[in-house]
C-alpha cells in the first residue's frame, strides 16, 4: 500500500474509531453503578464468553468501558476518549501515533486486558528496564485487582524466574530480552529449560525506537572466541601511525580505506608481501578494524569509555545513537570492538563467536499480532506497513497543541553556534523558564555544560555516563528556572511536567544544538514541551560545521560557509533557502540510507529465516517427544552408512583406509575388541574383521554395517534400564550435532556475506549469490548434522 493510500485509509479509520469510542462511553454508566467484586467478577464473564464463542472484537466495547473504570478506581486515572480511541488502534494490530504526555502508558491498559483475557499471554515491551519496570508497578495493580496475573521480566532474574514471568496473563519486558529468551530457548536440551511459551499478542512502546532505529542491528547470542591480543594492538599502533595520505575516509559511509602509499606501509609493518592478497587475509582484517576504530568512531559520541562495575579498570560501551543511552551488554561484532578497546588503551576482552541470532523485524513478525505506539511514526508509515504490516494512525491530542516550532537559527560556523546558544540559554534562564538543551553526543553535552560552569550557571547533564540518574533528572526538568542538557530525547518514556508557576513563564524551551541525522528524533525533542496544552516553545540552532552538513550537506551548503567567514559574517545568523533546504535533503538522504541498510539486513537475514525456523521447528519437537528415538535414528544411521560406503567406494580403487577410518571413527567399530565381536556375531552370526569386509561387494557392505548399527544402537538402550535415561542419552546426541552444526553454519555465512559484496564488481547479485550458497551450505549442514548424530551416539559411553 502506498503513503498516500495509508494517510487516507488513516481518515477513513479515524471517523471509524470515533463510532466504537462512543459505543465504549455508552457503558460508562453501567460499570460506574457495579460495586468492586462486581466489577472484578466481569473478567471471569468476559473469558466465559470467549469460551462461548464471542471474539475480542465483541467484547471490546464492555471490556474497554470495564478496565477504564477499574483504570479510575486503582490508579485514579481515568483514559481520555482519545485514549480510548489509541487502545482500538492497538487493538486490530497497528501502531497508535500519540504525541507525547497523552497517557500512552494508560492507553495500553485497555488493549492489554482485553488480550489477556484469552489467556495466551501480553507481552508490553519498553526500551529499558527502568521503564519496564516502572510501568509493572504502575500498571500491574489495576490488572491484579482484575483477577489477572502480571510478571515482570529482566536480565537479573534466573530461568525459573522468567518462566513464571512467561506464564502470566500479561508480562512486561524489554525488546532485548524477549530476543535473547527466543534465541536461549532454542539452544537448550530440556524442555524445562525454556522460558517462553509462545508469542501471541505485543504491544511495543516507542515503537520506532525498537521497531525501525534498534533494527538496523541484529540481535546475537554470543560465545566467547580467543582475541589475537597483540595482533589487535600492533593494527593499532599501525593505524596510529599513518598520516592523512595513507588512507582515504568517506565522511557520509564513514568508511576508510588503505592508499597505495598505505598498502606500502602495511606491507612493511607486517612483513608481508601484499596486504591485499588472500594469503594476508587476517592481517587486512585487523588493519581494517584498526582504521574504523581510529578514523571513524568517535568517542563520546560513537562510544564511552567509563569504569567497570567493580571499578578495576575501564571498559568500551555503545552509545545508542538515537537514544543517547549505554547500550548494556551489547559490543561491536566482527573485531570492532576489540580494535576500539586497543585504540583507548583498556584491556581488550575475548572475540565473540556468534551462536544464535535473528533480527528484530523477523523475530516481531512471529507474534500473532504485533502493535505499537510511539508520539512520531507518520514519517515512516511505509516502512512500518512494509515490514510488519502494521498502519500508523494518527490520534488526535485530548487538548491543543500550544507549542511554538520556530524557525532553526543557522550559522557558518560550530563556534558561532555555540557562542548564540549559550547566550540564548542564559537569556531564557534570565526569565526562571526552565529549559531543556538537546545534543547528539556526548561530547557536545559536556562542551555547553563546560561553557556553564565557567559562567557559574547551575545546570544538570543527562548522558550515556550518567543515565542511572536519568529519572530523577528529567523529574526535575520542567521546574521554575530549571537547565537540563541531555543527548538524544528519543525513547526517554519520561513526561516532563511543568512546576508551579511555569505554565505562566511560557513553559518549557527546547533548544536544539544540532539536527539528528533523523527529522522524527527531532520531532521528538521538540515533542517533550507542549504536553496536554502546556504551553512551550522549541526552536534549533544550526551550523554548516555539524557532522549532518559536513557529511551529507552539498557543495553550495558549504560554499555558502565560506563566503560568510570571508565576509566577516562568521557570527550573524544565516537567512538562505539553500542551507535550509540543505538541511532537509541531507535527513532525507541520511533516513533513505538508514532504510537501504534495515531492508538489506532483513533481506540477508531472510535467507537465514527459513533454515531457522525449520531447525528450530524440528529441534522442538526432539526436545517435546519422550519416547524411544528408534524410528528417528536408525533410518539416519542408514543414510549415513550409504552415504559414505558410496563415497569410498567408487570406481575400480575402493578407499578402503577411508571406509574403515569411518567404521572406528564415526560408527565406533574396533574390529580389534572381543566386546565388540560379540556384538558382530549376534548380529551378523559371524566375526568381523577388515579383511571380510574387502571381500564384499558395496551393497553387501552397505547391508553389513546397519546390521551391526542396529545392534550397537540395541546395545546402548539395554545399558540404560530407566525410560527418561534413554530418551535424554538420544535427545543430547541429536541436539548436540544440530546446535554445534548450526554454530559452524552461521559462522561460514557471516563470513561468506563480508565476501560476497564482492561479487558485485563481477556483475553478480551478491543477494542471489548469497541465496544459492545459502542453500547448498543448508543442505551441507544437514548432512554433517547426520554423521555428528551417528557419531555421538554410536561412539557415547555409559556411565553410571
Known amino acids: 500500500m502506498k503513503l498516500r493510500n495509508l494517510i487516507e485509509n488513516n481518515q477513513f479509520k479515524r471517523k471509524k474509531l470515533e463510532k466504537i469510542v462512543r459505543r465504549v462511553e455508552s457503558y460508562q454508566k453501567y460499570y460506574a453503578s457495579l460495586s468492586d467484586e462486581k466489577l472484578k467478577d466481569s473478567t471471569t464473564s468476559f473469558k466465559q464468553r470467549l469460551q462461548e464463542g464471542e471474539t475480542l472484537n465483541d467484547l471490546l466495547p464492555e471490556a474497554f468501558a470495564a478496565i477504564r473504570e477499574a483504570d479510575k478506581r486503582v490508579l485514579g486515572l481515568f483514559p481520555y476518549p482519545v485514549q480510548i480511541m489509541g487502545g482500538i488502534v492497538l487493538n486490530a494490530g497497528n501502531l497508535a501515533e500519540m504525541k507525547t504526555g497523552e497517557g500512552k502508558t494508560l492507553t495500553e491498559t485497555m488493549p492489554v486486558y482485553l488480550n489477556a483475557l484469552e489467556g495466551k499471554g501480553v507481552h508490553v515491551i519498553t526500551v529499558n528496564e527502568y521503564l519496564s519496570a516502572r510501568d509493572y508497578e504502575e500498571m500491574g495493580p ?239 508509515a511505509q516502512e512500518f506497513y512494509d515490514t510488519y504490516h502494521m498502519q500508523v494512525i494518527s490520534i488526535p491530542t485530548n487538548k491543543p497543541v500550544q507549542r511554538q516550532d520556530l524557525p532553526d537559527i543557522v550559522f557558518a560556523t560550530k563556534r558561532a553556534k555555540l557562542k548564540a546558544v549559550l547566550d540564548k540559554i542564559i537569556d531564557v534562564h534570565s526569565t526562571e523558564r526552565p529549559i531543556l538543551v538537546g545534543t547528539i553526543s556526548v561530547e557536545s553535552s559536556e562542551e555547553i555544560s563546560e561553557m556553564l560552569n565557567e559562567r557559574d550557571i547551575p545546570h544538570e547533564v543527562l548522558n550515556a555516563k550518567n543515565n542511572g540518574r536519568e529519572a530523577e533528572i528529567i523529574a526535575q526538568a520542567g521546574q521554575q528556572g530549571a537547565i537540563t542538557i541531555a543527548t538524544n530525547m528519543a525513547g526517554r518514556g519520561t513526561d516532563i511536567k511543568l512546576g508551579p508557576h511555569v505554565r505562566e513563564l511560557g513553559g518549557l524551551f527546547v533548544l536544539g544544538t544540532e539536527h539528528h541525522e533523523s527529522q522524527r528524533i527531532d520531532d521528538q525533542l521538540r515533542g517533550r514541551s507542549g504536553r496536554q496544552g502546556d504551553p512551550g516553545t522549541s526552536q534549533f540552532y544550526v551550523s554548516l560545521e555539524d557532522d549532518l552538513l559536513i557529511r551529507y550537506g552539498t557543495e553550495r551548503v558549504q560554499k555558502v560557509k565560506q563566503q560568510l567567514i570571508d565576509r566577516g559574517d562568521e557570527y550573524e545568523p544565516i537567512e538562505s533557502l539553500i542551507v535550509r533546504r540543505g538541511i532537509i535533503e541531507a535527513q532525507k538522504r541520511v533516513e533513505g540510507n538508514a532504510y537501504d541498510e534495515r531492508k538489506n539486513t532483513v533481506r540477508y537475514d531472510d535467507v537465514m529465516k527459513d533454515e531457522r525456523d525449520a531447525l528450530y521447528r524440528d529441534r522442538n519437537k526432539v526436545l517435546n517427544y519422550d519416547g524411544d528415538f528408534a524410528n528417528y535414528l536408525i533410518p539416519m544411521f542408514a543414510r549415513t552408512i550409504k552415504l559414505k560406503v558410496d563415497l569410498y567406494c567408487q570406481g575400480n580403487n575402493w578407499n578402503y583406509d577411508g571406509l574403515f577410518r569411518f567404521c572406528k571413527g564415526t560408527l565406533g567399530f574396533d574390529f580389534g575388541k572381543t566386546a565388540n565381536q560379540d556384538l558382530y556375531i549376534k548380529a551378523l552370526g559371524y566375526e568381523l574383521t577388515e579383511e571380510r569386509i574387502e571381500s564384499m561387494t558395496k551393497d553387501e557392505i552397505i547391508e553389513t554395517l546397519i546390521k551391526v548399527a542396529r545392534e550397537e544402537y540395541q546395545h546402548r538402550i539395554d545399558e540404560l534400564v530407566n525410560p527418561e535415561d534413554i530418551s535424554f542419552f538420544q535427545k543430547v546426541a541429536i541436539l548436540r550435532a544440530v546446535d554445534v552444526n548450526w554454530r559452524e553454519n552461521i559462522a561460514t555465512m557471516e563470513q561468506f556475506r563480508q565476501s560476497v559484496t564482492l561479487r558485485g564488481y563481477g556483475q553478480y547479485n551478491p543477494l542471489v549469490e548469497y541465496q544459492n550458497s545459502s542453500f547448498d551450505l543448508y543442505s551441507e549442514m544437514l548432512t554433517n548434522i547426520q554423521e555428528d548424530i551417528t557419531r555421538n551416539y554410536m561412539r557415547a559411553s555409559i556411565v553410571d
Open 142 to 380: 489495576v490488572f491484579k485487582w482484575m483477577n489477572l496475573t502480571v510478571g515482570l521480566n529482566s536480565s537479573k532474574i534466573f530461568p525459573s524466574e522468567k518462566k513464571k514471568a512467561y506464564d502470566c496473563d500479561i508480562t512486561y519486558s524489554t525488546n532485548t530480552e524477549l530476543g535473547f529468551d527466543y534465541l536461549r530457548d532454542n539452544m537448550v536440551i530440556s524442555v524445562d529449560q525454556q522460558v517462553q511459551r509462545g508469542l501471541n499478542y505485543a504491544i511495543v512502546d516507542e515503537a520506532d525506537s525498537i521497531l525501525i532505529d534498534e533494527a538496523r542491528m541484529p540481535l546475537i547470542i554470543a560465545g566467547k572466541d580467543k582475541s589475537q591480543r597483540n595482533l589487535y594492538k600492533r593494527a593499532d599502533e599501525f593505524a596510529k601511525s599513518l598520516n592523512e595520505d595513507d588512507y582515504d575516509y568517506d565522511k557520509e559511509t564513514k568508511t576508510v580505506a588503505l592508499t597505495p602509499s598505505g598498502a606500502d606501509k602495511a606491507n612493511t609493518w607486517f612483513g608481508l608481501k601484499n596486504i591485499f592478497d588472500s594469503e594476508s587475509f587476517t592481517e587486512a582484517h585487523f588493519v581494517d578494524e584498526a582504521l574504523k576504530a581510529n578514523y571513524s568512531m568517535k568517542r563520546d559520541q560513537d562510544y564511552v569509555v567509563q569504569p567497570t562495575k567493580d571499578g578495576h579498570s575501564k571498559e568500551v560501551d555503545i552509545v545508542d545513537q538515537n537514544t543517547g543511552r549505554v547500550m548494556a551488554g551489547r559490543r561491536y561484532s566482527d573485531g570492532l570492538h576489540q580494535a576500539i578497546e586497543a585504540k583507548e588503551n583498556v584491556p581488550i576482552k575475548d572475540a565473540d563467536k556468534t551462536e544464535a541470532d535473528t533480527t528484530y523485524q523477523n523475530y516481531f513478525r512471529m507474534y500473532s499480532k504485533l502493535s505499537g505506539m510511539t508520539g512520531t511514526a507518520a514519517s515512516d
